[in-house]
């Protein structure tokens, strides 16, 4: 059982590192090409990197309710990947919570500056 948790933690890391440099290899990229002036691509908006989050954490709640599901239905014996899962999509929920409060909290300042 602690191999197989251990095995499943390491996996889970793994993935998140890898997932972690492939967003930062593509703007490493964009700004190195910026730099150069070689045709630069359009970054992306504020807009576009804030849905494109939403997306994804909608994406891993989902996997992590099918999980469950299985492993309640008894369609798999998982539980550890199922619970893995579950508290990945919640932080990744409750950092996306964040970022919005941050969000919203910078505009309102924005708004009650002086003109």
Do not use: C, W
């Not at 807009?47 to 492993?71: L, T, W």
């Not at 550890?80 to 579950?86: C, I, N, P, Q, W």
Request: proline share 3%.
């Amino acid at each position: 059982m602690g191999y197989q948790m251990r095995a499943s933690i390491d996996a889970v890391r793994t993935r998140i590192e890898a997932d972690a440099r492939s967003m930062t290899a593509p703007r490493i990229q964009a700004a190195a090409d910026e730099g150069a002036g070689a045709g630069a691509h359009p970054a992306a908006s504020f807009a576009e990197s804030f849905a494109q989050a939403v997306r994804s954490v909608d994406e891993m709640g989902q996997v992590a309710n099918r999980k469950m599901a299985a492993v309640d239905s008894g369609q798999s014996d998982d539980l550890v990947g199922a619970m893995l899962a579950s508290q990945q999509a919640s932080i990744s929920f409750s950092m996306l919570m964040q970022v919005r409060n941050k969000v919203v909290g910078a505009l309102e300042d924005l708004i009650k500056l002086p003109l």
